[in-house]
């Protein structure tokens, strides 16, 4: 059976930047609300030392606020150089306002 772990309210994920940075099991993570869809992949940046969180979201993608490296937030594959490491993705579910991650 699978095991799911609050980490925010989705109402938590700022509507300004559209994500927020959460723990989970110990890693970074990065929730997403792409207009009502919450998405959730590694917080930290593959390429160096930036946390996706104070990216710039825009169309389901992620740019890097670092170097500039775009994601697509579904599938986790890089866009544009320099990024090339696919992001870990999380499996998500919201119930009642609450943000759940698949525990391992
Ligand atoms: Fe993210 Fe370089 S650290 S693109």
Not at 5 to 24: F, M, N, Y
Not at 46 to 61: F, V
């Amino acid at each position: 059976m699978d095991i799911w772990k609050p980490v925010a309210l989705v109402s938590d994920i700022s509507p300004d930047t559209g994500t927020l940075r959460v723990e989970h099991e110990g890693e970074g993570v990065c929730l997403y609300d792409l207009q009502g869809e919450i998405c959730a992949t590694q917080d930290r940046c593959p390429h160096g030392n930036a946390s996706l969180a104070d990216g710039y979201l825009e169309d389901g993608t992620i740019e890097c606020p670092l170097h500039q490296g775009v994601f697509d937030i579904r599938t986790g594959k890089p866009q544009c150089p320099p990024v090339t490491t696919d992001l870990r993705r999380y499996d998500v579910r919201v119930e009642a306002d609450t943000v759940y991650l698949k525990a391992e």
